[in-house]
């Protein structure tokens, strides 16, 4: 089941006069008669929200601003499981300083996808709520004033008996009047234009449902008109009736954005780029952006969910052409809705105002535009992170002869058909980052050229010809993503959300933490049973044990070998819930509970390079000798820093004591305490030049399958006494003092 912190916040304001009886100039309020028609009305309401709640993944909260009636408490019992507050008033004020006040009383409306404000006293037919879109990126008004009422000064005359409002307008509430003349105080107040607004429906109808019939809605307690008066008549905001060219003077062009999507990747990047990029790639009202994915389970050739289209075959990169031509093909029937398709991928960041300057320039037939690539063979082709094409070079490849089977690498297939067709590529401008070919300040300085409206973000190790992710690639493009998406769009994402800890640790484990140190012999140290919560611990156990040691990141396996044997460590591909947990261990939650815990302070958060950590496994047989830990280490973010702390947590279910593989806690003599690494056991320690710590007796496993698996996370400050560590002792690896212990090697 999905979490309520996942889903998009949304907020609706029902605001008006509630329990209202009679027609346009009646105040019969809080009547009898009035109580079946309003009850209607809200029940209504209800079954939008529930309906948008259980098929669009978003959490709804509900504000209500009204007046007081003697119905006030069936009135709140109807929206109970959904307000957050309710502003009720005895004197009357009037719609818009209705809604105005309802706004104000809201501490934060960022944390909102949009606001819907809907007159309270609507009864919401099955239309609205078949036609209402959580993804409207526009203002939206219900519909324009029936004809010949359909004008206010030049522009359209609104009707007002709704409006939806997406974030990126959020600044322009307060220009807003409610009424019929919103349309024309936006184009008057601010610097919207018309590509900012839209109307539900394309059709002309006015507000009062007793005067004409609405097909989303009628108004409860009055007469509902059966009569459409502007029968026919198409709504068209940029007809020359309307003074559209206010604050722009041309139509945007319409472009199709196809992103190159797959789920997964190297920790799951590729899910987190989509998250990244839907903030601005449905940004703008003249690009619909969709993501498409491979699925060969599908029963038809395509299915499209939200923003997301999937295509009947597999993912075999990079042999990706299939898979846009089947795209093409599936899209044939609308490509000529657009003056352009945009196929960018998950790697791209896009300056979206840049982008829609770019293809003004472009012709509007016979184009290709991007960055053109050999890649060792003669017929140049536009690289794939991103090009643009026009919808007639989007149906020669669709209809091409020249790809055999439609099988092969994207953009190498569809620069063979630009070659047999004769069309050169209009080259564009990029920006690149690949394996850190740019810092911070370079990356940014060269984004000033306004003609850059791409960056290509993918560090990898530089294999020919498609290279292979660097383990720490998360981190690294993410971070570069989310630098671009402040300066442009001054959206911040968080690389690892702040998290609720309770949810995963149990709540006396966090009591424990934030206790500090009981035990300092031989040096501070603690041990935590039941760490986890049981099916958090379940969900990365079930992961942990499907990690295969050919696979491990590093391995030891030789022998002698003074300090360990037969020991592997995974750092990627872990598993979400595995990831989750190493953003949990290095949140800033967790990571004031450990400062608690040590008393050290300014602890690095977030930094998930997992430096000497991850998933260990030790095998029949191995081992890890009595040693202290190195001491500093140079961070390509942080510069040098002092390690300080150790966090182990243990996954070994059913585990016996003669196993052995106890962890021994020593002095420089003798173990002090032997603790056996039973599941959900977590042992923390500073880390210092006397906190000599291993698991030196062999381990006794009755097979080969059954290990000793464990977490290990570290924690770092920053140094501050170069060369020297926090200690004063010069820079060292794992110190050994074996010779003081007895060895079964």
């Not at 309401?45 to 909260?61: G, N, P, Q, V």
């Not at 942990?544 to 050919?550: E, G, M, N, Y």
Request: proline share 4%; aromatic share 12%; with cysteine.
């Amino acid at each position: 089941m999905e979490s309520t912190e996942s889903k998009k916040r949304v907020l609706f304001i029902f605001l008006g006069e509630s329990f209202r009886l009679g027609g346009q100039c009646s105040r019969n309020i809080g009547s009898d008669e009035s109580f079946p028609g309003q009850i209607s009305a809200s029940k209504s309401h209800c079954a939008l929200i529930e309906h948008i709640e259980k098929t669009k993944s978003c959490k709804i909260d509900v504000l209500l601003s009204s007046y007081n009636t003697k119905f006030n408490d069936e009135l709140f019992e109807l929206y109970k499981d959904y307000t957050i507050h309710s502003i009720m008033h005895d004197e009357r004020i009037g719609l818009n300083n209705l809604f105005h006040n309802a706004i104000q009383s809201i501490t934060d409306t960022s944390v909102y996808e949009f606001i819907c404000f809907i007159r309270i006293d609507l009864y919401l037919k099955d239309e609205f709520i078949n036609i209402f879109d959580t993804q409207w990126t526009q203002i939206m008004v219900p519909s324009i004033c029936f004809i010949p009422h359909h004008i206010i000064g030049e522009h359209p005359r609104t009707n007002d008996m709704m409006l939806f409002i997406p974030r990126t307008y959020y600044d322009s509430i307060k220009h807003m009047e409610i009424g019929h003349g919103l349309w024309f105080h936006l184009m008057h107040r601010t610097k919207l234009t018309y590509d900012d607004l839209c109307t539900m429906l394309k059709t002309y109808h006015d507000s009062d449902s007793q005067k004409d019939f609405n097909p989303i809605y009628k108004i409860v307690n009055r007469s509902e008109c059966q009569i459409i008066h502007t029968q026919g008549k198409i709504f068209d905001k940029y007809s020359s009736e309307f003074n559209h060219s206010i604050n722009k003077p041309h139509k945007p062009l319409k472009i199709l954005m196809l992103i190159l999507a797959s789920d997964g990747g190297t920790d799951d990047l590729y899910t987190h780029l989509q998250a990244l990029q839907r903030y601005y790639v449905h940004s703008k009202p003249n690009v619909d952006a969709f993501f498409y994915k491979a699925d060969p389970t599908l029963e038809k050739d395509y299915d499209i969910s939200g923003d997301t289209i999937y295509v009947k075959t597999i993912e075999q990169y990079p042999k990706l052409w299939k898979k846009f031509w089947l795209l093409l093909k599936a899209l044939e029937d609308r490509l000529d809705n657009y003056d352009y398709i945009c196929r960018p991928n998950l790697s791209t960041f896009i300056v979206m105002d840049r982008y829609l300057k770019h293809v003004q320039t472009l012709p509007r037939k016979n184009c290709c535009s991007g960055i053109t690539h050999y890649g060792g063979q003669p017929i140049p082709f536009p690289a794939g992170y991103l090009f643009t094409i026009t919808p007639d070079i989007a149906k020669h490849c669709i209809y091409n002869t020249i790809i055999e089977d439609n099988e092969g690498i994207d953009d190498r297939c569809l620069g063979h058909i630009l070659h047999s067709l004769n069309i050169p590529i209009i080259q564009t401008k990029a920006a690149s980052v690949q394996n850190h070919s740019h810092t911070e300040a370079a990356l940014m300085n060269q984004m000033d050229d306004e003609d850059i409206f791409m960056v290509r973000i993918r560090n990898f190790h530089d294999v020919f010809p498609f290279g292979k992710d660097l383990p720490t690639r998360l981190n690294d493009d993410l971070k570069m993503h989310s630098l671009l998406l402040k300066r442009f769009y001054g959206i911040t994402y968080s690389l690892t959300p702040e998290l609720d800890i309770n949810a995963f640790l149990t709540k006396d484990s966090i009591d424990t933490l934030n206790g500090g140190y009981t035990d300092v012999d031989p040096f501070p140290h603690i041990v935590i049973d039941n760490f986890l919560q049981p099916d958090f611990l379940e969900k990365v156990l079930l992961e942990v044990k499907r990690l295969d040691t050919t696979n491990a990141n590093y391995s030891k396996t030789t022998k002698p070998n003074a300090l360990e044997y037969n020991k592997f460590a995974f750092t990627s591909d872990l598993g979400p819930n595995t990831s989750e947990l190493f953003k949990i261990l290095n949140s800033k939650q967790f990571i004031g509970s450990i400062e608690s815990l040590t008393n050290i302070k300014d602890i690095i958060c977030n930094d998930l390079t997992l430096a000497g950590a991850g998933v260990h496994r030790i095998k029949k047989d191995g081992y890890l000798s009595i040693h202290t830990d190195f001491n500093t280490y140079v961070n390509r973010d942080y510069g040098k820093l002092d390690r300080r702390i150790n966090i182990l947590i243990y996954l070994n279910p059913d585990w016996e004591e003669a196993y052995k593989g106890h962890i021994w806690l020593c002095n420089r003599s003798e173990p002090v305490k032997k603790v056996l690494p039973i599941l959900n056991r977590c042992v923390i320690f500073n880390t210092t030049s006397k906190s000599f710590h291993g698991h030196p007796e062999r381990l006794c496993t009755p097979s080969d399958d059954i290990y000793r698996d464990s977490i290990a996370c570290y924690y770092y400050t920053k140094n501050t006494n170069d060369p020297l560590d926090f200690e004063g002792n010069t820079q060292h690896d794992c110190a050994l003092i074996f010779n003081n212990f007895p060895y079964d090697f």
